[in-house]
DNA sequence: CTGTTAGCGCCTTCAA
DNA sequence: TTGAAGGCGCTAACAG
């Protein structure tokens, strides 16, 4: 009668002294729907208790088509210092709805990004996340449309499947916001100058900061074009210092940049926030790390991919669905204390 | 005869003019120990072919009780900045060996860890990787036993889980190593006390370094005990500085530590590496974002993944086996040259 | 060398 | 309100 090994469900039927259909009913929570009597739906449930019957998913799946599994495939997230956050997002808002995660990275191989595809979709995963690390527009890889799926930190063209992105504009103006509020109103420069062509955030926040300068009376000062990273964006700025300029406030397109900011500043003798007020986007851990700790616009990597998650599982999300995250202000002593 | 929806094997081996069971052989590459004519063999690779036929993964497993899959369980690689490389290195070896990866977080909660075991041995996966961010001795979470497992970056205390650790006393030796080469004979220095009591890092660094600085003769001038991010290593390394002490080399427990030092180091007037040589531990991309850049002994996370899904799936994996992967120095410009 | 047959554990139509 | 029965797609004895 037990053999100790893995309940099944007609274990757990003949023990609760019902039929497996009964059971099965039961256990899905279908009892109401099929009006069974609530003494057979009570012996059932503790024979599963007893038992600790737990239901086999693969035979599960076979039957429904349907795993209970999310395939979430990034070019780099895992390797990124911050996208890996989106996996955290994903997997738990996947678990609170009863599903598991698994992963594939693609380092931009489209022919790899279909094989993990197809072995997902072998896998019967109910869903694809198509994430990026670095917010663009893409090309959908080959199979996707074949599942129900949603696009993570990216669009693709068409704008043909829904979508989880962080507002970007609307950052920019909070980043606006904040060199205003320290009353800034001259000599306000944007540091970067996004060299993927693919890549969206760099026009995106820069089209809010200008937007809510403006509203301001206030105008960019100018833009010093550098690479999103640390060494580039230290010459360019020691340089463009060099040759004279006197920023009131700089607005530093990533925190890499904002770090070889701090240090042309550094070397230039100009003191933060002091002398010059720096703001910045990502949000990194680095922004903290930096003294004085850097206010920075961050990335809501967390809930983006829990809200990815979401909206691939909620049947309601029409297909051009696009999503857009407040990107949450990040305080930190960069910004210069109103003067009086 | 083609409903152009999903091949089956049945429609495979009807169309290749066999059995079911001869296709299968086949298919699983199992024609030559059945001794299978190469004319059906021929016959049902190419059938399958042009019905683009994919095995059903959940019949499969249904049957054989394995998955392809692989469960990772952390406690927050995933939100962590750096340990995220290790699910990358583990993806991407599991696929080579034709698996998947499936993840979970329990943010440390042993209930949470349980759940997901539980939800991962329904869905049959085929073996369990136990990661921790920080280089740990942990306590195996219920469950884990039950399938084969490998721990990743962590131990249990009674050493009966195979499992992939960096080789920290070595990296220790690196470190002391690259201080010796430098031509530091006196106060060289260690920054750096981990204050969490399950972490093995830092006593194993520490016994790496000093051991490996004995053998030249050479003793550590003292250590400065400072928990292991920015703001309190850049706080004790000041105060440590005013106190009057003028280290030839500091040897960082972590990158962090290192950057506080080098903000303390700055902020004090001394040059790196002019004045003092800076070498620290784990390589991360913070090490190459600092000027001068910081050498540092880094952990190889990507490996570190890689290494424990191939000793989960070695059988010949002895239950005790314990592999340390080398630390490669991530060589950068905080060392001072040999003066001539 | 190849086909027949019997499940793996579960869901669900159909009858009772 | 419950039970019998079939089948999801695949593998693996066991015959031929």
């Given amino acids: 009668m037990s053999a100790h090994r893995k309940a099944t469900l007609s274990d757990v039927a003949s023990r609760a002294g019902v039929s497996t259909t009964t059971a099965s009913y039961i256990l899905n929570n279908r009892s109401a729907q099929m009006r069974i009597s609530a003494d057979a739906d009570e012996r059932v449930r503790r024979a599963a208790a007893e038992l600790s019957y737990r239901p086999n998913r693969s035979a599960q799946s076979l039957r ?24 955290t997002g994903a997997s738990a808002a996947a678990r609170a709805l009863d599903h598991l995660v698994v992963i594939g990275e693609t ?31 893409v090309i959908i890889p080959e199979g996707l449309r074949e599942t129900r799926s949603v696009l993570l930190n990216c669009v693709d063209r068409e704008r043909t499947l829904p979508a989880v992105l962080p507002d970007e504009v609307a950052g920019g103006r909070t980043a606006a916001e904040v060199v205003l509020g320290a ?33 301001a009376g206030v105008e960019v000062a100018g833009v010093v074009p550098t690479g999103w990273s640390v060494l580039p964006a230290y010459e360019a700025v020691l340089s463009w210092l060099r040759s004279g300029v006197r920023p009131e406030a700089v607005i530093c397109l990533n925190d890499r940049i904002a770090l070889g900011a701090y240090e042309a500043l550094a070397d230039h003798g100009l003191a933060v926030p002091g002398e010059v007020t720096v703001v910045s986007f990502d949000g990194s851990t680095l922004a903290s790390w930096l003294r004085p700790s850097l206010t920075s616009v961050s990335l809501p990597y967390v809930e983006l991919g829990a809200a990815a998650v979401r909206m691939l599982m ?9 999503e857009r995250l407040k990107m949450p202000l990040l305080a930190g002593d960069s910004v210069r204390p109103i003067a009086r």
Same sequence: chains 1, 2.
Avoid: C, K
Avoid at 64 to 72: A, E, K, Q, V
Avoid at 78 to 87: E, I, K, N
Avoid at 199 to 214: D, H, K, Q, S
């Fill in 64 to 87: 429904t088509r349907r795993s209970g599994t999310i395939g979430l495939i990034s070019d780099s997230v895992a390797s990124g210092q911050y996208g890996s956050r989106m996996l």
């Fill in 107 to 137: 380092e931009g191989d489209p022919v790899l990004a279909a094989q993990l595809i197809e072995e997902m979709t072998d896998r019967q995963v109910d869903g694809f996340i198509y994430a990026t690390l670095v917010t663009s527009e």
């Fill in 183 to 215: 009353g800034h109103t001259t000599d306000v420069y944007v540091i970067g100058h996004d060299p993927n062509p693919h890549a969206l955030a760099g026009p995106l926040r820069m089209e809010g900061v200008t937007a809510r300068l403006a509203e």
């Fill in 314 to 322: 909620d049947p309601a999300t029409p297909s051009d669905a696009i």
